[in-house]
């Protein structure tokens, strides 16, 4: 899979899918974390071990999400 881009909010994000699953997220080069996506009963709930704010997380998840449909 390619990397691609988002845009969440003022945020230009670079997205590039690693193995397993795994997304490196990108802003302006510098690499801001990975993130990746588990299941949760029948949700969906994206996931960091990097210093990540959980809602931030989760709202790059949604649109790694929508970009992959």
């Known amino acids: 899979m390619e990397p691609f881009d988002i845009q969440l909010l003022e945020s230009h994000l670079r997205i590039e899918p690693l193995d397993n699953g795994l997304y490196r997220v990108m802003e302006e080069g510098n690499k801001l974390g990975v993130i990746y996506a588990e299941a949760n009963g029948d949700q969906v709930v994206w996931d960091t071990q990097d ?19």
């Open 51 to 69: 210093e990540l704010e959980k809602d931030f997380v989760q709202q790059i998840g949604e649109l790694i999400t929508e970009h992959n449909m």
